[in-house]
């Protein structure tokens, strides 16, 4: 697992404001395409993110439906 970076950045638009950058770091949790699972400090925001950068956005829980970020960047 040491391929892959510890920390994202997740940047997301957000109208009529400055983007929104929420970072990410890595869980010892695996999705289920084999990648690690990064979430932020709040566990709200989890996401897995292949080594090419693709990124799968996870619900933490009930009645969310996650936006994907328009942009991700290793911190």
Known sequence: MDEYPAVYELVFQAPA???DVVVVHRTDASGAGGYPVYEDETG???AEISGEGEVRMMASGG???PVPPHAVRAA
Do not use: A, N, Y
């Open 63 to 65: 009645h969310q439906q």
């Open 17 to 19: 404001v400055e983007d």
């Open 44 to 46: 709200i925001v989890r």
